[in-house]
Every structure is written in structure tokens, then in C-alpha cells.
């Protein structure tokens, strides 16, 4: 009986080291939710979901996907090599003053400016707002947060990786080429 509890505690260890943060998203992630939830106004909300991939179960969802035999796996599994760190919240607005306009808050990008994101698409109208924001080391696109929202809910997401690489491999994969891309300027 001792043997197996020292088994699964070892097991529940193990687990524990490879698979840090799979469930809960970053302390900076909730402050971003937290920010913005306050600055939008005094209301309830409800977690839909709420959860970070890190890179253990990344390597596990690899693992897992490299043992089937087909050609779309094998494509799968190339682009969860490139993915480093995924964080996704989606949380219901309740009570949500409908007359009120909806506005990223300012201060939310001065942050994320500070972390080395910068806007690379904003677009609001009235009953919603969307920010796409990256982060590049040298020339290389490391990093994408994403902000929306919307009358009935807020929705946030980061990824992290070699994102440069895996939009390329995206693109070849389905029949465009990089080139085709290139702007001319003459």
C-alpha cells in the first residue's frame, strides 16, 4: 500500500514539473482582465474559460500527435514545434451598461509597450473593440496578444513561439508563397 501512494505522489510530481502553468494563466495575464474590467466599468462577470498551455503538454500534444501516421499530423505537429506558451480567457460581461462606449484602455497598451508589444491592428466601432499587438526580437515575431471586446463579453489571448516561422509554414502549407507577399516598390 505504501509503495503504490509513494508511486502516485511520484507520478503527481512528475506531472507537476512537466506540465508547469497548463491550467493557470500568468499573474500579468489576470492584471491585463483585471485592468481592463475595472476601467470599463463596475460589473459581474463570469469565467468561460480560462487557461494557459505551457510548454510541457505543447511537447505532450506532440508527442501524442507524432504517433498517428497521416500527412495532416505530421503538418500538426510541425506548427505545435513553433508554439511556446498559449494563455486564452474568455469571460462573460453581465450587467454590462449597454449605453456606455466600449473602449480599450489606453493605459492596457502603454503596459503591454512596456513588455515590447506594439499595435498592429486596432479597429473599433460602437458596440466593439479588437487589438492585435506583437512582440519582435530583432526581426522576429515572437509573440501576439490579442484584446476583443464586445457588449457581451471580453476575450484575451497570448501566444508565444517562433510565430514568424509557423505564419510562414501556414502560408507555404496552403499554396501561397512568401513572395507573393513582398510589396514591390519600384
Not at 114 to 122: Q, T
Request: charged content about 30%.
Amino acid at each position: 500500500m505504501k509503495r503504490r501512494i509513494i508511486s502516485i505522489i511520484l507520478i503527481l510530481s512528475l506531472i507537476a514539473l512537466l506540465l508547469p502553468g497548463c491550467v493557470f494563466v500568468s499573474r500579468e495575464f489576470c492584471m491585463t482582465r483585471d485592468s481592463i474590467l475595472d476601467e470599463i466599468g463596475n460589473f459581474d462577470t463570469e469565467t468561460e474559460v480560462q487557461l494557459q498551455i505551457g510548454s510541457g503538454l505543447l511537447s505532450l500534444s506532440r508527442m501524442i500527435v507524432s504517433m498517428v501516421d497521416h500527412s495532416e499530423t505530421d503538418m500538426a505537429v510541425d506548427y505545435l514545434r513553433d508554439i511556446r506558451n498559449v494563455q486564452v480567457g474568455v469571460y462573460k460581461l453581465t450587467d454590462f451598461n449597454r449605453d456606455r462606449p466600449l473602449i480599450i484602455p489606453v493605459r492596457i497598451a502603454r503596459k503591454l509597450s512596456k513588455k515590447g508589444y506594439e499595435a498592429m491592428v486596432k479597429v473599433k466601432d460602437r458596440d466593439s473593440a479588437t487589438w492585435v499587438m506583437t512582440k519582435m526580437r530583432g526581426k522576429r515575431l515572437t509573440s501576439l496578444y490579442v484584446i476583443s471586446l464586445d457588449r457581451d463579453e471580453l476575450v484575451l489571448v497570448e501566444v508565444e513561439g517562433r510565430l514568424g516561422r509557423l505564419i510562414e509554414k501556414a502560408v507555404h502549407d496552403h499554396g501561397f508563397d512568401k513572395n507573393e507577399f513582398i510589396l514591390n516598390n519600384s
